[in-house]
C-alpha cells in the first residue's frame, strides 16, 4: 500500500510537470531547444526566391541578431534580445560583406530595439531608452551611454522593444501586454507609445496591440503600418497574426477582446464587440509571429515591388505543424489597403518533415536597394539582391 501512494504521489507530480510544459511550451518546444547542426554551413540553396533575385551571407556569427537599423554613412547597426549586446558592423572594402564588428552595448537588459538620429544610436530595452551620442566616431570605446527615458514598465513578457523614428521626428516605441491574455488596469500596456528624441512628450498613440515587434510608414502618405502576435492557446489555428493599417491616431486593435478582427476573446470577448474596433489590414496566418516588416523604397528591385511591405515571419512555437519561417510580401491597393499577400522567400522550413534552420527577424534596405534580413536562429543577415 505504502508504495502504491508513492506511485500515485510520483505520477500526480509528472503529470503537473507535463502540463505545465504543455502551457508554457505549447504543442512541440520552442525553437531555441532544437539542436543547430548546421555548424555556420547553412544551406542558402534551400531558399526559393523569385527569378533574378540571390540571397547571400552578409555578416556571420551575430548571435541571436534582432533589429536592424544603417546610417548614412555606412555603419549597420544590430541588436539583440536574448545575448544582450549591441553592435556595429562596418563593410570597409565594399564587397557586401562585413569586414569589422564592435560591440557597444554588452549585458543590456533585452536591448531589443535600435533607432538612428542625428548621429545618435537609440537603444531600447525593457524599461528605458538609451543613447549614444556621436556614435560613430567611437564604435572602438563608445563609453556608458545616456538615459533618454526610464519609465516604461519593468514587465518582461512581451517586455522586448522595437523602435523607429517616425515621419514626424518622434520615437515610437511599443510596449506589449504583459502575459499571453490578460486586460492590464495600465493603459500603457498593449499599446504604441512615442517620445521626443529628448525624451520628453510621452503620449500612446495606439491601443489594442498585444505584441508588434515591427511597424513602418508609407513612403508617400506617411501612414503607419505595423505587425502584430496574436494570442496563444486558442488551438493551431486560431487566432491568426496580423498586419495593421493605422491612417489615423488613437486607433484600438482590440486586444484583449478580439483577435484578428472577428474572433471574440473566450475570456474577454463577452464585454465588448469585435465591431468597436479596428480589424486587420490582413491576417497573417495563425502563430507565424509576424515581426520587422519595411517597405521597399530601393531601385534594385523590379518595379512592382515599389513601396510594397516585406514581412519576416518569425514563425511558430506551439503549433502542432510549424508555421512561417519565411519572408511576406504585402501589396497594396491605392487606398492603402492590402491587396494581397504572397511568399517572398520560403526555405527556412522544411514542411515534410517540420526541421527548421533559420528564423527571420528583422529587414533594412542598404543604399544600393538590396535588402538586408536578421536571423536569430541561425546568428547572421543575408543580403538579397536582383540582378534580373
Known sequence: MKYIKIFIAVLAVLTIVLLVAKYKFGVNPPISLLEKDYKGNLPLDSLSLPVGFTISIYADSVVNARSLCYSPDGTLFVSTRSEGNVYALKDIDGDNKIDKKYILLKGGNMPNGVAFKDGNLYVAEVNRILKIENVESKLENPGTPSVVYDKYPTE?????????????????????????????????????????????????????????????????????????????????????CELNYAPKEKMHFGYPYCHQGDVPDPEFGKTRKCDEFTPPAAKMGPHTAPLGMTFYTGNMFPAEYKNQIFIARHG????????????????????????????????????KNDDVWGRPVDMELLPDGSLLISDDYADVIYRVSYKG
Open 156 to 240: 518582461t513578457h512581451h517586455g522586448w522593444k522595437y523602435i523607429a523614428f517616425g515621419p514626424d521626428g518622434k520615437l515610437y516605441v511599443p510596449v506589449g501586454a504583459p502575459c499571453n491574455i490578460c486586460e492590464s488596469k495600465d493603459p500603457v500596456y498593449a499599446s504604441l507609445t512615442r517620445i521626443n528624441a529628448d525624451g520628453s512628450g510621452f503620449e500612446i498613440v495606439h491601443s489594442g496591440i498585444r505584441n508588434t515587434v515591427g511597424f513602418d510608414w508609407h513612403p508617400d502618405t506617411k501612414e503607419l503600418y505595423f505587425t502584430d502576435n496574436g494570442r496563444d492557446l486558442m488551438g493551431d489555428d486560431v487566432p491568426e
Open 316 to 351: 511558430s512555437w506551439n503549433r502542432s505543424k510549424k508555421s512561417g519561417y519565411d519572408i511576406m510580401l504585402a501589396v497594396l491597393n491605392p487606398d492603402g489597403s492590402i491587396k494581397e499577400t504572397k511568399p517572398f522567400i520560403t526555405g527556412w522550413l522544411n514542411p
